[in-house]
């Protein structure tokens, strides 16, 4: 089931750079979006080729404000 979930990554549409000690990290300012690699939009359909992402991130397991859509096909499998 893990291995399942972890095609999934994060998106998000907006980023914002947070301060953080030592180096700035860049985090979502908007709501994530499931993407599996190669694929060119999200889990629910936007195109995301241009947003960042955050590879090692896998979306199931974010406490950010996650798509909903997203959420339930990443659930499904
Ligand atoms: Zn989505």
Known sequence: MV??????FVVAKFSQLV???????????????AKEMGSLSTACGIPCETWP????RPFYAEDWERCED????????
């Open 3 to 8: 291995t399942v979930l972890n095609r999934w």
């Open 19 to 33: 301060r953080r000690d030592p180096d700035p990290v860049r985090l979502p300012s908007s709501a994530v979006h």
């Open 53 to 56: 992402k955050w590879w090692d």
């Open 70 to 77: 997203c959420l339930a096909i990443v659930e499904r499998g």
